[in-house]
T-cell receptor
């Protein structure tokens, strides 16, 4: 049962344009969401997060939007740069489940920025 | 560099063998998590330790076991290896007091079972 889904395995975007990566979840207990970026031969790197009490969080070129009613979140990267080419993972956790802080990951979206 | 180290970087072994993967968390972090990433899959949570004690278990096979030592480094032991165990194994750590669950990942160990 895939509780966190990233339905687009890959995405290509022109440099300078907006990249939008999407993520859906099914578990209504999830209340904290994160995006990780992963380059080949490296571990995932934390990018940005959002708590369920918010619907938007912004950090520089990166903005995450959360729509709780639709159980959907998205990551916007503006403007996209060649260095953004990587695999992006959406992850979720249930922060009320103290003692089990595991992250549930989606399968990732490979973003390619075209120069 | 996340501050989490994992050794070895690569491991090639045969079916039926046993291997040990090692992880050192960031300085000051008490929690260690192990994740498995198979080909084109997301990361699957295996197990979590907190200050030496097992805290949570995920989809970890009985052939796999882990422990966290007094110096907080952790080892993941994989035995009776099968071809399907070939994967990337990541370790992550998080600090003892944190507002929200940000985990910091090591570079991973790539296990190939032939």
């Amino acid at each position: 049962d895939q509780q966190v889904k990233q339905n687009s395995p890959s995405l290509s975007v022109q440099e300078g344009r907006i990249s939008i990566l999407n993520c859906d979840y099914t578990n209504s207990m999830f209340d904290y969401f994160l995006w990780y970026k992963k380059y080949p031969a490296e571990g995932p790197t934390f990018l940005i997060s959002i708590s369920s009490i918010k619907d938007k969080n912004e950090d520089g070129r990166f903005t995450v939007f959360l729509n709780k009613s639709a159980k959907h979140l998205s990551l916007h990267i503006v403007p996209s740069q060649p260095g953004d080419s990587a695999v992006y993972f959406c992850a979720a956790s249930d922060e009320s489940n103290f003692g089990n802080e595991k992250l549930t990951f989606g399968t990732g979206t490979r973003l390619t920025i075209i120069p | 560099d996340s501050g989490v180290t994992q050794t070895p970087k690569h491991l090639i072994t045969a079916t039926g063998q046993r291997v040990t993967l090692r992880c050192s968390p960031r300085s000051g972090d008490l929690s260690v998590y192990w994740y498995q990433q198979s080909l084109d899959q997301g990361l699957q949570f295996l197990i979590q330790y907190y200050n030496g004690e097992e805290r949570a278990k995920g989809n970890i096979l009985e052939r796999f076991s882990a422990q966290q030592f007094p110096d907080l480094h952790s080892e993941l032991n994989l035995s009776s290896l099968e071809l399907g165990d070939s994967a990337l194994y990541f370790c992550a750590s998080s600090p003892p007091r944190r507002e929200l669950n940000e985990q910091f990942f090591g570079p991973g160990t790539r296990l190939t079972v032939l």
